[in-house]
């Protein structure tokens, strides 16, 4: 148990460290592009690279850390995200930040994943959602923390600090990590073959339910992170707020993990998936209904509690999928699905913007999200529940 929960505690502190150096550089980074000459299609092209590069390769590096071992690729990871940490502030082009951006996406691959892989491993039956709500806190507190410090440091010592400060706080969890995580068994050849099979894993219960409404929250959540900055200052919504707005609403995320987290261990993770995606889904169609700053900001809390209700449900469901498919490949494909929603939405939602109004973007994909939400959960409810109920049994 000590060995366990040292285990825990030095991915945590890795984790938190690296998503803070992230959440640092986010809300700089398209001021960074902005300067170097980048348009309004180059900007998105270097956020969506980065998803499109978590997007290819997790799935393949979360099935080789099934067979050959974790340790190696969170190290390598990290050190990549230190060292590409220091390229962005030497970029001089708007294609080598793109080329930067999309490497991020890369090392971005071998870390979240890969620890999220460690932490299913440790779950114990019964408790997974409990186990991976927890240490999702430390993913939600670092990226939720991130924008204010990074504007702290923009305003103190200048836009460069922010990624230095991203490259320190990866050197130090590539330090912790080195120092104290140990490996994962490699798996034998006849495990290898059982555990990466992909007709193996899509014929697993509830995998593509699983990923749809993994894929829908991202959308959800990509939508209201890219397109409510740009919804805000016309209702006189300046900056400093938008970016309080979207830090409460990621800490929101993060208070309500571990309560919810044992919830659906209780036999509710069905349930809490289909509650959760409707709120967060129709929370994003009452954007423009808002009118002043407190109408934006309970909206997004409203977003960001609907977020809370599924992931850890979500989590659950995943971790108990991985424990016949293999963790590293469950937690590859979760994260896929992740990214692909994010690439999806500021695509579509630029495309909608462009042809008829930012208020449709939000209207649009709300009123979507929620009939996507009840036509999957009806296909799929049973097969939810089966997954759910054999954690249980």
């Known amino acids: 148990m000590n060995a366990d929960k040292r285990l825990f505690d030095v991915l945590f502190i890795s984790v938190f460290a690296a998503m803070l150096g992230l959440g640092i550089v986010g809300p700089l980074l398209p001021i960074y592009a902005e300067n170097l000459g980048a348009s309004g299609l180059w900007i998105g092209i270097i956020f969506s690279g980065f998803a499109a590069a978590r997007a290819i390769f997790m799935p393949v590096i979360g099935r080789l850390s099934d067979e050959s071992g974790r340790k190696k690729f969170i190290v390598l990871g990290l050190l990549a995200y230190a060292i590409l940490s220091l390229g962005y502030v030497t970029a001089g082009s708007v294609y080598s930040l793109t080329a930067i951006r999309f490497l991020h996406g890369i090392a971005s691959a071998m870390v979240v994943p890969i620890a999220m892989a460690y932490i299913g491993d440790l779950s114990k039956r019964g408790e997974e959602g409990a186990y991976m709500a927890k240490f999702q806190v430390s993913f939600f507190l670092g990226l939720g923390s991130g924008p204010l410090l990074g504007g702290v440091l923009n305003d103190a010592f200048g836009f460069s600090s922010a990624f230095y400060a991203m490259a320190g706080l990866s050197a130090l969890s590539f330090l912790v990590i080195v120092a104290f995580l140990p490996d994962t068994e490699k798996r034998s050849p006849s495990e290898r073959e059982e555990k990466t099979s992909l007709r193996g894993i899509f014929s697993q219960p509830a995998v593509p339910a699983v990923l749809a409404f993994t894929a829908l929250n991202a959308i959800v959540r990509g939508a209201l992170l890219v397109f409510m900055p740009l919804f805000a200052p016309g209702i006189a919504v300046v900056p400093g707020q938008i970016g309080l707005i979207l830090t409460v609403s990621i800490f929101l995320m993060a208070i309500f993990q571990v309560p919810l987290g044992r919830m659906a261990d209780r036999g509710n993770a069905s349930l ?29 809390c409203a977003n960001g509690l609907g977020s809370a209700g599924m992931m850890p449900a979500l989590m659950a469901l995943t971790v108990k999928i991985g424990k016949n498919i293999g963790m590293g490949t469950s937690m590859g494909a979760y994260n896929t699905a992740m990214s692909l929603g994010m690439i999806t939405a500021p695509l579509l939602g630029g495309l909608v913007m462009d042809k008829s109004s930012i208020d449709a973007v939000f209207i649009l994909g709300g009123g979507i999200g929620v009939g996507a939400t009840i036509v999957v959960y009806l296909l799929t409810r049973r097969t939810l529940r089966s997954v759910e109920a054999d954690g249980l049994s």
């Open 272 to 300: 809490m998936i289909l509650a959760g995606s409707i709120v967060s889904a129709a929370s994003l169609a009452l954007v423009p209904a808002s009118t002043s700053f407190l109408g934006l900001f309970l909206v997004a």
